[in-house]
């Protein structure tokens, strides 16, 4: 597996807010065009089979910054890479909008913020671009690093399977995050035992390096829960465990934040899942509430976010 950046020591940098670039045209279906075309959030349309790119879908919040690297070491980078995959809610429980959610929640802001704060605040290099792409892609092990959101509902065929399961074999890791209550967490949970079973999940506290790697996080773990900012509870209190960070519920088992781990035989992490936290709205909606960004964005999403890369890309 090629690895596509070098990490060395992180610069601490904050309260620069994001500079905005506008936004590239919206995809249309075209009847000259096969593919599965499919409605995101903001009512964007992207043809999942075609798309490569975050910098290809418009962005359904408020635009993202546009950045290059050196000529001649345009690939010396990190690319953040998110996983498409199929999603079926058939035969589960209906509460909420979780079976209607894909892999494309907060895509493609979150993807292109997260990058643009990686570069920022830190001496990795990233890709302008990011990658989307599915797990049969050829190119899948050119990215040592995944990403998968929302996929409490996700459906693995035997080919994703066999091509999940070589790329953890050859060193890879998953990062997985925003998907809520016990329903989601066993279904992501089963599809990902058909790639690695007799695994047992481990629970991480917040002993744990990858929360003081590079920025340090204080525990306990509550109070690193991120909401999703569209129902957020503006009272929320993060120091107080049974405060409640939605103004609605997100089902059975949702109240407790975990970040829960699958380890190979050496102890090497190959998926890290951040369960009842909404991290990557923390990157996607930053530049749209002054308070959301400076209590979430500022003093978790992004450091979280940041000392996970640098722990599974060294680690």
Known sequence: MRLTSRLITAVLITGIR??????????????????????????????EDAVRTARETVSHSTGFSNWTNSPGFEQNVFTFARVIFQSDSTGRPRRGFGPQLGWWVDYPDADLNFSWRLQQLTSIRTDPDCRVLKLTDPALFDYPLLYMEHAGYMRLND?????????????????????????EWDGFASQISHVLPNRTWTNLDMDHPVFHC??????????????????????????????????????????????????????????LAIHNSDVSDGWEREAENDLYFSRFSEKTAYPLGVNIVFYLMTH
């Not at 080919?159 to 329903?183: H, M, P, R």
Request: hydrophobic share 35%.
């Open 159 to 183: 080919d994703e399977i066999a091509a999940l399961q070589k790329y953890f074999a050859c060193g890879g890791a998953l990062f997985v995050n925003d998907f809520w209550s016990t329903a």
């Open 214 to 271: 590079v920025f340090d996080l204080p525990g306990p773990m509550h109070r690193l829960r991120v909401p999703t900012m569209q129902f957020w509870n503006e009272t929320f209190e993060p120091n107080d465990p049974e405060s409640k960070p939605h103004r609605i519920f997100r089902g059975e088992g949702s109240d407790e934040m975990t970040v829960r781990v699958l380890r190979d035989d050496a102890g090497r992490i190959m998926v």
């Open 18 to 47: 994001l500079t905005q670039s506008q936004p590239i045209s919206d995809a249309q279906p075209r009847a000259d065009e096969p593919g599965k075309w499919i409605r995101i959030e903001g009512g964007t349309i992207i043809n």
